[in-house]
T-cell receptor, first 112, second 114 residues
Framework: DAKTTQPPSMDCAEGRAANLPCNHSTISGNEYVYWYRQIHSQGPQYIIHGLKNNETNEMASLIITEDRKSSTLILPHATLRDTAVYYCIVNAGGTSYGKLTFGQGTILTVHP | DTGVSQDPRHKITKRGQNVTFRCDPISEHNRLYWYRQTLGQGPEFLTYFQNEAQLEKSRLLSDRFSAERPKGSFSTLEIQRTEQGDSAMYLC????????????FGPGTRLTVT
């Protein structure tokens, strides 16, 4: 599985967009990008995933660069409840493969 | 809301004792996963089941660890002869085959070995 690099921490003001970067320069053609987050004292929560195209759902948007070597998770209007550790995961095997390899993630702190 | 449940939520045990944790997945989910998380680290994959079959085990899962999923419903994770290094949060997750990237995690069992 490709290795990912994320900044250890980021801050964001409430109501602003939070843009969380992830570098995955060794990603291969069949590897998807997944994002999860983990709020303190809870299990991780799936946010979004993508292969090549940008994706959007009710929680966030995922922007993947054309060369697929990096991506950005965008929380369009961050709230205090979005304070969490955000994990960028790259896994082979398509969307049916279940083993997730978490790194250390980015601690996002949303300030009032 | 019948999400993934885990029992117990906390367990304190003395070194050398055996412990067993239980996970009840979302009822229609046929995949079940176990992860371990230590402080400041992301979860680490331990093993997963497709129905009752254990399909993959991490090298992290030493001989002291065993997991079962009889009848493809709930699962148990047993640790024999616990060591202080086993202290961690043990997370269980479940998913539907075909959407295994979307795993639903339980609240975890925090194990402290004294």
């Amino acid at each position: 599985d490709a290795k990912t690099t994320q900044p250890p921490s980021m801050d964001c003001a409430e109501g602003r967009a939070a843009n969380l970067p992830c570098n995955h320069s060794t990603i291969s053609g069949n590897e998807y990008v997944y994002w999860y987050r983990q709020i303190h004292s809870q299990g991780p929560q799936y946010i979004i995933h993508g292969l090549k195209n940008n994706e959007t759902n009710e929680m966030a948007s995922l922007i993947i660069t054309e060369d697929r070597k990096s991506s950005t998770l965008i929380l369009p209007h961050a709230t205090l409840r979005d304070t969490a550790v955000y994990y960028c995961i790259v896994n082979a095997g398509g969307t049916s493969y279940g083993k997730l390899t978490f790194g250390q993630g980015t601690i996002l702190t949303v300030h009032p | 809301d019948t999400g993934v449940s885990q029992d117990p939520r906390h367990k304190i045990t003395k070194r050398g004792q055996n412990v067993t944790f239980r996970c009840d997945p979302i009822s229609e989910h046929n995949r079940l996963y176990w992860y371990r998380q230590t402080l400041g680290q992301g979860p680490e994959f331990l093993t997963y089941f497709q129905n009752e079959a254990q399909l993959e085990k991490s090298r992290l899962l030493s001989d002291r660890f065993s997991a079962e999923r009889p009848k493809g419903s709930f699962s148990t994770l047993e640790i024999q002869r616990t060591e202080q290094g086993d202290s961690a949060m043990y997370l269980c997750a479940s998913s539907l085959t075909g959407t295994n990237y979307e795993q639903y995690f339980g609240p975890g069992t925090r194990l402290t070995v004294t």
